[in-house]
């Protein structure tokens, strides 16, 4: 350690510069140039002139029965994709992690999703979910379940995009699980088999709270991911958010006032809405973790 | 409970780290497992608790065979080395964690864990987790961990490895204590010969692989089979002087002593450094080289023929450099070797 003084700072700046000059470009002045225009009425994008300085565009946002339903569905998909992916992820890592026959199969067929493109496996899902050929219908049908229109029956849009987001997010979620599990000291676990230890209980006391860093981060970006979901829909559906937009996200909405309904003031403040909803969230988490993340 | 090896041999892909091992560890006794690093002290234990399976040989404990049987199943408490305690658990939670295994009930898994502590001095420590608490006390968390479930054997990794020096000889004792009062089976692994002479009431010594001795400390230190085991046991070494057997006769260095029927070859004398005495009638005349002092005594340095040795006396005599000194040797000090380092009986 070494105390930090003019001469070093101004030398790890000038380091920095690329970085930061493409971050301030690319990411700071826009978000800044977002709050902006979010408080005019009227803004012209290419000559930044604007007038109505207000909160106009966000009492409009907020009142707009498309932000509700983007709000809703949302939160449905944040709140079922996050647990079931961590959870399906946590179990597949440490099922590759236990070394059993034709996991070097496996290896490769999680990995795949993490390396194709997400519209390419959107393509995919469509032909899954489809009603006459999919496959999904066929297993379900094999249970004597009836035929259902995943993507165009307004009651099974949003379980479709849930269904398609958890998988969607797997591969990453246990690539990180499998380095954590392989990252555990291996005594930890010669110790718990010559106390006789079960299997689940092995699993719950220590694999668990010794990942609880890990499971806790991805958590957190997969939280946030979640609020953020947009490839996911157009991946699924294209150019519209769902029969009667039922699988309308936040991002959707803002994409869609901004380019489809050229609205871009109205967008910003959805988007800066969005934001500090991600904020608050993720700032409780965080708090939250202080408490329950294991040592 | 009694531990036996039968032609142990456990094989990894090039190494053989136990080759053909056959030895008992006594029952209730502590059995010190000593050797250089990598001569495969830990397979042999990793072997007894079951985490390695055997290439070949058989493990009985009593007059069960327990070589196939699953770790879970032997009822042995294992110490590892770097005492591998769950750092997310307090001491106390670590102890109870064997009994809830079992099923024991949580009132009474306490109870037993918090007699545990008290076994091994912890008591105040309980709620502690790993993490805040010194070397010394994690480990004696680690052996009230192996010993709350009432195993029938002990298994000790080089618990001491980690522990400074005055630490080491106090759990040392701590640990002698805690075998006598529990009078469990123990098996210690250890690469420091003192440790494993001042703990053990008996040891097995290793060297690559393969078993040199089983003995008690005195009768190792005393009768070694070889030269190896002669070389490994005492600080400091025992000095090897080079030299013959010619017409029932050997001399080393001045000592003469006779070798009866043994036919005339190259050997090595071994003679420790305790074994001479400063004799005005000694036989032999050395000039002191250089000397060395630990308050408890002097370690003096001197030429026997072509052999720089060393010999402990008495740290009221002060010499200097250059002073000649005369010398005898106590009784049967001196132990015969051939160039194979075996040992040469007379
Ligand atoms: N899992 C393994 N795979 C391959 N070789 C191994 C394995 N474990 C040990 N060995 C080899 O077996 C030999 C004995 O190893 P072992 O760990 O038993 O030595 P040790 O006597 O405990 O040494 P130390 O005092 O350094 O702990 C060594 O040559 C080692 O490299
Ligand atoms: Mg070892």
């Known amino acids: 350690m070494f105390e930090p003084r003019w001469k070093t700072t101004l030398k790890a700046l000038l380091y920095l510069s690329p970085a930061l000059i493409v971050i301030a470009v690319f990411v700071i002045y826009p978000m800044f140039r977002s709050v902006w225009i979010s408080f005019f009425k009227d803004y012209n994008i290419f000559k930044h002139t ?13 009142n707009d029965g498309r932000f509700i339903l983007a709000l809703k569905n949302t939160t449905i998909y944040t709140i079922v994709v996050v647990p079931v992916s961590v959870v399906i992820a946590l179990f597949t890592a440490v099922l590759l992690n236990s070394k059993m026959k034709g996991m070097k199969l496996f290896e490769t067929l999680y990995f795949l999703p993490y390396i194709t493109n997400l519209i390419a496996i959107g393509l995919a899902f469509k032909f899954i979910f489809n ?35 958890i998988w969607s997010g797997l591969a990453f979620k246990i690539v990180v699980f499998l380095a954590g599990i392989q990252g555990i000291n291996k005594q930890y676990y010669q110790a718990a088999k010559i106390d006789n230890t079960s299997r689940w209980r092995t699993f719950t006391k220590i694999t668990m709270p010794m990942l609880s860093p890990m499971i806790f981060y991805i958590g957190i970006i997969s939280f946030i991911g979640a609020l953020k979901t947009y490839v996911e829909v157009v991946g ?31 967008a910003a403040a959805a988007s800066v809405i969005l934001f500090l909803i991600i904020l608050v969230f993720t700032f409780i988490q965080l708090r939250a973790s202080k408490k329950r993340v294991q040592y | 409970m009694k531990v036996r090896l039968e032609n142990l041999t456990k094989k990894f892909e090039e190494v053989t780290a136990v080759n053909d091992a056959t030895l008992e560890f006594l029952e209730g006794k502590l059995t010190g497992l000593l050797g ?23 493990i009985f404990f009593d007059d069960e065979d327990v070589t196939r049987k699953e770790p879970e199943k032997r009822g042995i408490g294992l110490v590892f080395q770097n005492y591998a305690l769950y750092p997310h658990m307090t001491a106390e939670q670590n102890i109870m964690f064997p009994l809830q295994n079992l099923k024991v009930p949580k009132k009474e898994a306490r109870k037993r864990a918090l007699d545990m502590a008290k076994l091994v001095h912890i008591s105040e420590l309980l709620n502690r987790k790993p993490g805040q608490m010194s070397g010394g006390q994690q480990q004696r968390v680690a052996i009230a961990r192996a010993l709350v479930k009432e195993p029938r054997i002990l298994l000790l990794d080089e618990p001491l490895s980690n522990l400074d020096a005055r630490l080491r000889l106090e759990m040392r004792e701590e640990i002698k204590r805690i075998q006598r009062e ?28 393969l078993l040199q001795q089983v003995a008690s400390p005195q009768e190792m230190y005393r009768n070694p089979v070889n030269e190896f085991v002669a070389k490994f046991l005492g600080n400091p070494p025992i000095n090897i002087i080079e030299t013959e057997i010619k017409g029932g006769k050997v001399d080393a260095g001045g000592f003469l002593m006779n070798t009866g029927t043994l036919p005339d ?19 032999v005349k050395a000039v002191v080289q250089a000397m060395e002092y630990t308050g408890r005594e ?48 007379v």
């Open chain 2, 36 to 58: 250089p690093s990598g001569c495969g002290k830990s397979t042999t234990l990793y072997l007894i608790a079951g985490l390695f399976k055997a290439t070949s040989g058989k």
């Open chain 2, 182 to 209: 529990t009078g469990v089976t123990t098996i210690f692994v250890t690469h420091d010969q003192e440790e494993a002479m001042s703990i053990s009431d008996q040891i097995a010594i290793m060297n690559e692989g």
């Open chain 1, 236 to 266: 699924l559906y294209g150019n519209n958010p769902g029969p009667a937009d039922t699988a309308m996200t936040i991002v959707y909405y803002v994409y869609d006032l901004f380019y489809g309904a050229n609205e871009p003031p109205r």
């Open chain 2, 265 to 283: 070859q190259p050997v090595h004398v071994g003679v420790r450094p305790e074994s001479f005495r400063l004799d005005a009638n000694g036989s």
């Open chain 1, 50 to 62: 604007g007038s109505g300085f207000g909160l106009d565009n966000y009492k409009w946002v907020l």
């Open chain 2, 298 to 345: 002097t370690l003096l340095f001197a030429y026997l023929g072509e052999k720089l040795c060393k010999v402990i006396i008495n740290a009221d005599i002060i010499f200097k450099k250059g002073d000649s000194v005369s010398l005898s040797l106590k009784e049967k000090s001196m132990l015969l070797f051939d160039l194979e380092g075996n040992r040469l009986y």
């Open chain 1, 131 to 165: 009603s006459t050929y999919g496959i999904l219908n066929r297993i379900l049908g094999l249970f004597g379940i009836d035929t259902i229109m995943w993507l165009n029956d307004p009651k099974y849009s949003l379980p479709a995009l849930i269904i398609f987001g």
